[in-house]
């Protein structure tokens, strides 16, 4: 098609990652819409967006590779005997899956977790974190009630940080902006918060995030309980997983 148009507009409904590669780049592609499962409205939303009336938002829940071999298949482990028809994943790979894996090996995706265009740019500054006076620091959380999701000190707010977006173009948008933590022996830096916001031309809001204990934590199987590390935590603030123009850290213990 693109070979006979010379502004060709591909839009994808999709349930998961496909690889466009083979054709992406071509001079005649002007602009892809991963439009996902389609709904009653969805051909009146994409035609709002790529007329203009509305600025596109949404950004990408998973990362698009440049091949289908830079991820990180999950394959059943091999079972022998009785066990032949029953096979097992034993998972491996642990928590690096996707943007994880992706930042672990050092490989360059297409498009990257949390990534998105609209018809204007943001610029952020102004970075600031605060651990909370008071705030209970112990490995283990507080012993307290259990509710949905385990002990309730898991909630409990240990840090919150701030940070201010502008919209330096000339059309109304919305942003969404992303939170990142690098856990000390952890990945190198996990989703720990979003925040969307409408911001009209020229002007700028300050976003917040609270970081929970939950956040902070990770899983200890000996303990069989979250455990809140200590030491340095390398914090990221920005449009996607790998575009995260403000980062600091702080220190926990």
Same mark, same amino acid.
């Given at each position: +098609?693109?070979?006979?148009?010379?502004? /060709?507009?591909?839009? &994808?409904?999709?349930?998961?990652?496909?690889?466009?590669? $083979?054709?992406?780049?071509?001079?005649?592609?002007?602009?892809?819409?991963?439009?996902? %499962?389609?709904?009653?409205?969805?051909?009146?939303?994409?035609? *709002?967006? =790529?007329?203009?009336?509305?600025?596109?938002?949404?950004?990408?829940?998973?990362? =698009? @590779?440049?091949?289908?071999?830079?991820?990180? /298949? %999950?394959?059943? !482990?091999?079972? #022998?005997?009785?066990?032949?028809?029953?096979?097992?994943?034993?998972?491996?790979?642990?928590?690096?899956?996707?943007? $994880?894996?992706?930042?672990?090996?050092?490989? /360059?995706?297409?498009?990257?977790?949390?990534?998105?265009?609209?018809?204007?740019?943001?610029?952020?500054?102004?970075?600031?974190?605060? =651990?909370?006076?008071?705030?209970?620091?112990?490995? %283990?959380?507080?012993?307290?009630?259990?509710?949905?999701?385990?002990?309730?000190?898991?909630?409990?707010?240990?840090?919150?940080?701030?940070?201010?977006?502008?919209?330096?173009?000339? #059309?109304?948008?919305?942003?969404?902006?992303?939170?990142?933590?690098? &856990?000390?022996?952890?990945?190198?830096?996990?989703?720990?918060?979003?925040?969307? @916001?409408?911001?009209?031309?020229?002007?700028?809001?300050?976003?917040?995030?609270?970081?929970?204990? $939950?956040? =902070?934590?990770?899983?200890?199987?000996?303990?069989?309980?979250?455990?809140?590390?200590?030491?340095?935590? *390398?914090?990221? #603030?920005?449009?996607? !997983?790998?575009?995260?123009?403000?980062?600091?850290? +702080?220190?926990?213990?």
């Amino acid at each position: +098609m693109a070979k006979y148009c010379s502004n /060709t507009i591909v839009v &994808i409904h999709n349930a998961g990652p496909r690889t466009v590669d $083979r054709w992406v780049e071509h001079p005649n592609v002007t602009a892809l819409i991963f439009a996902h %499962l389609p709904g009653q409205d969805s051909g009146r939303a994409v035609v *709002q967006l =790529l007329y203009g009336d509305v600025s596109p938002s949404g950004k990408m829940p998973y990362t =698009l @590779a440049k091949n289908e071999s830079d991820y990180n /298949t %999950l394959s059943p !482990s091999e079972a #022998v005997g009785e066990y032949y028809f029953f096979p097992q994943s034993d998972f491996s790979e642990g928590v690096y899956i996707d943007y $994880r894996d992706f930042d672990k090996k050092n490989i /360059t995706p297409r498009y990257e977790f949390g990534f998105g265009l609209t018809y204007t740019n943001f610029s952020y500054s102004d970075l600031k974190i605060e =651990l909370l006076p008071n705030t209970q620091i112990s490995y %283990l959380p507080p012993p307290s009630a259990i509710v949905e999701g385990g002990t309730a000190s898991l909630w409990d707010v240990v840090a919150r940080v701030e940070a201010v977006v502008r919209n330096t173009g000339n #059309v109304d948008a919305a942003e969404v902006a992303q939170l990142y933590v690098g &856990i000390p022996g952890a990945p190198p830096k996990q989703l720990r918060g979003f925040n969307k @916001a409408l911001i009209k031309a020229g002007d700028r809001v300050t976003v917040s995030f609270d970081l929970l204990r $939950r956040d =902070l934590s990770e899983w200890n199987v000996a303990e069989q309980s979250w455990g809140l590390q200590q030491g340095g935590y *390398q914090i990221y #603030v920005g449009s996607s !997983s790998r575009d995260l123009p403000l980062t600091s850290s +702080m220190v926990i213990g």
